[in-house]
């Protein structure tokens, strides 16, 4: 009997242990994350859900402190985590902790042409962005690169739609497996900096679907991007981070988003768009709606007061901040309340190796006459490094992805690390650009020279005279005007003089190498003057190893172009009908969907360096492409395969490139577009079968009219090559 009561006692008072500890739905995260939301959402009020939706800091916003739901803190992006600014200001916070790696630039990592690094990439960003308490990641960027001009391409993957697509995706996962967004960016249009508060930009639907969205797209839709950024510009006239057209038809209703959207700093301009066409989150917004510069306006943003004000007098229904919040909710759940995230590393060796097997793979050898490179150490006395950009930091500046790195080795002490004492390395300066780099708060070394060019032409060659090589490190940097943030470069050539410099030089010595840091195309009076020119980008951390480690041979290159190089600057179709950067803030893309490669291909203009170009120290033959069966039906797919072979006597990776053509359509399309690659790893001699599989999705166009995708039946040509320009076969087959 006494038994039995006590039992029952323990029962009992089990039943109340468990009712109190048992976890409110919101927190309990073994229910489904919608339910979650729900339940937190019935816990909030008003004002605490207004504060959820706009900045509390530069790169904050408000958590549920009375819930311990946690606050949002972003960073950028896209190259490395930003260091930390003061709560309102864009100065340096100071912390002695925040010394990232600095990865390559994203137009490096696209010509690595290589998914697997892209992964990489996301990863060990991703880490960083974790450890350092971050849950949303400003990046990657992947608007089209239109005009060579834009300040801004260095961040972003270049001018094809399918290469940046294939390229975005696994760095967003690996971003995410950290439990940290990945925020796109610009959405959408944003392909200049110039006016780029204000401009509105006029194209057509084939060009829009076709080239400037879809690397969202893959983004959003298989990349499951958590959140994404809206633009500055405008499109149909509205502000593209209040812009009903482009976030509630389109990346909401077409693609079915359900993560963030965050504005970009400063890009939300009316309360009612904000409230009604599909944005999340207010940041940057330096203003209190009706002047500039007032601090800490935080309660006076656009979806701050004026919106709290608006839900309480019953002028807007309270669904549309639960509408918000709810996506809110949806990236805190996924990130900062995901109980099972990793907890990141930052700056470590393996990120330095990261980033620099990056650098390495997207290194691109433009031109390489008499196998001038690999250098050859054995047979070389003295190297001549010429030029500003041989030591000067690159981390430092460009705008918003300016970074404090861990360390940055420059072109010269890669070069003179590598090539140890054996070899006698001088540096003679050759130009002087602007003087300090600078960028909110933090300073580069100041490298300083007052000489004039004359002497500073006559030092580098009477030191190029006597060198085996002559490496000339040049290009452009990351200062206003260049690859920078807010404004666009004037022009295609080299600045500071650097073309009667190389010149010069290749007047006193035949084996200079040319190597260029940029993240654009520059024009090349002096091509034919020199025999080799690299392409190297901007590196981050590791940018003279890596570099060094191509100069000598140690790593092969087998980086391609994901842009076009063009002789001159009416090559490119948005220069060539004359509308960038627009008129009055009204800007047509009249080229439509002819951008990069597609405007040469059609225009049959010769350019400089084509889409998809990059040499190696080895070659590669291709044999003839075949393909599995003369008719694709409208359900299946072909195979393609095409045997790739190292000849050379050293091994290398080739990027295998895929175009198809459309031979009679009953809308205008490109000559061919890229529709697939791949990237292969050959040793001397080896063979690889190549196999490409083409189906329907590859031959479709979207057809304006009807709003769809759709192929057309009927012949298609692929292309099997090297480069755009460089095809080594084609095969027909028809659509029935
Ligand atoms: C840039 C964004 C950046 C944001 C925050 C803006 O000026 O356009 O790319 O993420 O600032 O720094």
């Given at each position: 009997m006494k038994k039995t009561v006590l039992i029952i006692i323990s029962l009992f008072v089990l039943t109340i242990m468990q009712a109190q500890t048992k976890l409110p739905v919101y927190l309990d995260d073994s229910k489904p994350i919608e339910q979650r939301i729900e339940d937190a959402l019935s816990r909030m009020t008003l004002e605490e859900k207004v504060k959820m939706v706009?900045?509390q800091?530069?790169?904050s916003s408000a958590g549920v402190q009375r819930l311990g739901i946690p606050e949002n803190w ?56 974790r450890y350092?308490n971050k849950n949303v ?39 995410q497996k950290n439990g940290v967004a ?42 499951k991007?958590w959140s ?30 359900d993560g963030a ?19 999340d989150m ?29 839900l ?5 229904n309270p669904e549309e901040i639960d509408k918000k919040v709810r996506n809110i909710l949806r990236l805190v759940f996924r990130t900062n309340m995901d109980k099972n995230r990793p907890f990141g ?392």
């Open positions: 706009h900045a800091s530069k790169f972003m960073s950028d992006g896209p190259h490395g985590i930003r260091a930390e600014v003061l709560w309102d200001e864009w100065n340096q916070a100071g912390w002695t902790n925040d010394s990232c790696m600095a990865f390559p630039a994203l137009t490096c990592l696209a010509a690595t042409w290589n998914p697997e690094m892209a992964a990489l990439y996301g990863k060990s960003i991703g880490e960083e962005a350092r990641l400003l990046g990657p960027g992947v608007n089209i690169y239109r005009t060579p001009l834009n300040g801004r391409n260095f961040e972003y993957m270049g001018e094809d739609p399918y290469l940046a697509s294939r390229m975005v995706v696994p760095y967003v996962q690996g971003v990945a925020c796109v960016k610009h959405f959408a249009l944003n392909n200049q900096e110039v006016d780029r508060n204000l401009v509105n930009v006029t194209v057509d639907d084939r060009a829009l679907y076709e080239i400037y969205l879809p690397a969202f797209k893959a983004a959003v839709m298989e990349g991007a994404i950024m809206g633009s500055y510009n405008r499109y149909k006239g509205q502000w593209n981070c209040q812009n009903e057209y482009l976030l509630n038809d389109i990346l909401r209703g077409e693609w079915g988003f959207v965050v504005s970009d700093w400063g890009g939300v301009n009316n309360t009612e768009q904000a409230i009604y066409h599909g944005l207010e940041f940057g917004t330096w203003t209190n709606g009706l002047s500039e510069g007032k601090s800490n306006a935080y309660d006076d943003y656009y979806l701050a007061d004026p919106f709290l004000d608006l309480k007098s019953g002028k807007v590393s930052f700056a470590t060796p393996e990120h330095g190796l990261a980033a620099r097997q990056i650098a390495e793979e997207g290194i691109v050898l433009l031109k390489n006459a008499n196998n001038v490179l690999p250098i050859r150490l054995d047979a070389t006395k003295k190297i001549a490094v010429i030029g500003e950009n041989a030591i000067k930091m690159m981390t430092i500046g460009g705008g918003s992805s300016s970074l404090k790195a861990k360390y940055e080795i420059s072109p010269l002490d890669g070069i003179k690390n590598k090539v140890g004492t054996a070899v006698h390395v001088e540096y003679a300066r050759g130009y002087a650009g602007e003087k300090i780099a600078k960028q909110d708060g933090l300073t580069a070394a100041d490298i300083t020279d007052n000489r004039s060019p004359e002497e500073l032409t006559a030092e580098a060659c009477r030191v190029a005279k006597e060198a085996d090589y002559v490496l000339f490190i040049g290009g452009l940097n990351k200062h206003d005007g260049q690859d920078s943030e807010g404004a666009d470069r004037k022009e295609l050539g080299l600045p500071y003089g650097q073309d009667q410099l190389i010149s010069a030089l290749a007047k006193v010595n035949k084996n200079v190498v040319v190597v260029i840091l940029s993240g654009n195309a520059v024009a090349m009076p002096w091509i034919n003057e020199v025999p080799a020119i690299v392409e190297t980008w901007y590196l981050g951390s590791e940018a003279g190893n890596a570099l060094a480690n191509v100069l000598t041979g140690d790593v092969n290159p087998s980086g391609k172009l994901p842009f076009t190089f063009p002789v001159q600057l009416s090559d490119v179709g948005a220069h060539k009908l004359g509308d960038y950067p627009g008129k009055d803030y009204e800007e047509t893309y009249h080229e439509g969907l002819f951008v990069g490669y597609r405007w040469n291909e059609k225009n049959k203009i010769k350019p400089l360096f084509p889409f998809g170009h990059g040499l190696s120290y080895t070659q590669f033959t291709y044999g003839k492409s075949v393909i599995s069966a003369k008719s694709l039906p409208a359900d299946g797919q072909l195979t393609l395969t095409v045997p790739v072979r190292n000849t050379g006597n050293k091994a290398g990776k080739e990027i295998v490139q895929l175009y198809i053509g459309d031979e009679k359509s009953s809308l205008v399309r490109p000559v061919k577009e890229l529709k697939s690659f791949r990237k292969v790893d050959l040793a001397p001699g080896e063979e690889k079968n190549v196999a490409f599989t083409v189906s329907v999705d590859d031959l479709k166009f979207f057809d304006d009219t009807k709003h769809e995708w759709i192929a057309e039946p009927g012949k298609f040509t692929v292309y099997v090559g090297a480069s755009s320009a460089d095809i080594r076969s084609t095969v027909d087959f028809e659509l029935k």
